[in-house]
T-cell receptor, first 109, second 114 residues
Framework: GQNIDQPTEMTATEGAIVQINCTYQ??????LFWYQQHAGEAPTFLSY??LDGLEEKGRFSSFLSRSKGYSYLLLKELQMKDSASYLC??????????WGAGTKLIIKP | GAVVSQHPSRVICKSGTSVKIECRSL??????MFWYRQFPKQSLMLMAT?????????EQGVEKDKFLINHASLTLSTLTVTSAHPEDSSFYIC??????????FGQGTRLTVV
């Protein structure tokens, strides 16, 4: 079966760095996505990785290792507004998106 | 990025009635649309995958006769919640995608059944 695992909840301090991990087992791979979702709102696109390595975009970076079936989202200089759920998703061989359950990130002052 | 429009954003209906939610991809042809449900403080739950011109694929535990999905064109999918009950109250979100893009989400529909 297809499976994406990410921690249910994480807590971090304002100004710090946090890494949210995602491991996946899917039938084929056509890219990995990270989304941010605030409560009561639709998810918003953060990043896309299809090749191994690190993609940096401002305070957010995303890493991919296809051989390990592993990705992480790195958030630097955390702000209170970063409190949200972070969703990892993989496109499989049929270009269908397989979603993780999401990681709720709590930022404390 | 592409735009997906979902309508209505909020709806309140009486128990036993049906509600239709529309999801339109405004500037690209979406071969696949996804319908999600999200209860308070919970993650997105995929309900069904809608492919243009064919029957939707429902996730386990989702009643296909209660949640009717129609994807008649490459730009429009509809979700009809039939005979709604209070336990169907939730946040419903659609997303549209083609092979080369990430999923684009609609604004979501807050359904309250009274």
């Amino acid at each position: 079966g297809q499976n994406i695992d990410q921690p249910t909840e994480m807590t971090a301090t304002e100004g710090a760095i946090v890494q949210i991990n995602c491991t996946y087992q899917t039938s084929g791979f056509n890219g990995l996505f990270w989304y941010q979702q605030h409560a009561g709102e639709a998810p918003t696109f953060l990043s896309y990785n299809v090749l191994d390595g690190l993609e940096e975009k401002g305070r957010f970076s995303s890493f991919l290792s296809r051989s390990k079936g592993y990705s992480y989202l790195l958030l630097k200089e955390l702000q209170m507004k970063d409190s949200a759920s972070y969703l990892c998703a993989v496109k499989d061989s049929n270009y269908q998106l397989i979603w993780g359950a999401g990681t709720k990130l709590i930022i404390k002052p | 990025g592409a735009v997906v429009s979902q309508h209505p954003s909020r709806v309140i209906c009486k128990s036993g009635t049906s509600v239709k939610i529309e999801c339109r991809s405004l500037d690209f042809q979406a071969t696949t649309m996804f319908w999600y449900r999200q209860f308070p403080k919970q993650s997105l739950m995929l309900m069904a995958t809608s492919n243009e011109g064919s029957k939707a694929t429902y996730e386990q535990g989702v009643e296909k006769d209660k949640f009717l999905i129609n994807h008649a064109s490459l730009t429009l999918s509809t979700l009809t919640v039939t005979s709604a009950h209070p336990e169907d109250s939730s946040f419903y979100i659609c997303s549209a995608s083609d092979r080369e893009t990430e999923a684009f989400f609609g604004q979501g529909t807050r359904l309250t059944v009274v």
